[in-house]
């Protein structure tokens, strides 16, 4: 038979690998504590606030007699209709209740249309055709003290209700 030769583990065996792990076990922990006080204490994650600056839900929109009387004037910047029927006015979404395309007044046709699936809506908001299943919001409305039509979007109102002058 043929002699196994057997080695000896000797504590320098040990000894280096467990100064291999040990070295890389605290490369490890002090590279990950310091990318994460470094995020922490950027000028981007620490001093500045992670805030989101949206405009105000509450806006002027002009005055009354800047508007057609029968009209519809779009605001696109603030996504909303401002209808004038006489001295009523009413502020409604462009937001189409669907999947939330931008919808558009289409004045010849006298109707709000969605370009994306066709939903059709009438003057006041009222939904007729296509998937869309309820009518366009309306927006709460009211006069500044300046005479200014204001619009909140905040607050979504019966269809009905209209502001009168």
Known sequence: MAEVEKTEV???TWT???????YA????FLGTTLAFMAK????????????????????PVGYPADFP?????????RRVFIVREGNNFSAISMV?????????WTEEKGIYECPCHGSKYYKDGV???????RPLFHFDMHLS?????????STIIERVTVLTI
């Open 127 to 133: 939904n007729f055709a296509g998937p869309a299943p």
């Open 96 to 104: 189409c209740q669907h999947l939330g395309c931008a919808v558009h």
């Open 145 to 153: 003290d300046d005479g200014k039509l204001m619009v909140d979007t």
């Open 16 to 22: 280096s690998r467990r100064g291999f792990f040990t």
């Open 69 to 77: 009387d029968h009209g519809v004037v779009t605001l696109k910047a």
């Open 10 to 12: 000797t504590a320098s």
């Open 40 to 59: 922490t204490f950027s000028f981007t994650g620490f001093f500045f606030p992670k805030v989101l600056f949206e405009p105000s839900k509450k806006f």
């Open 25 to 28: 076990g605290w490369t490890i």
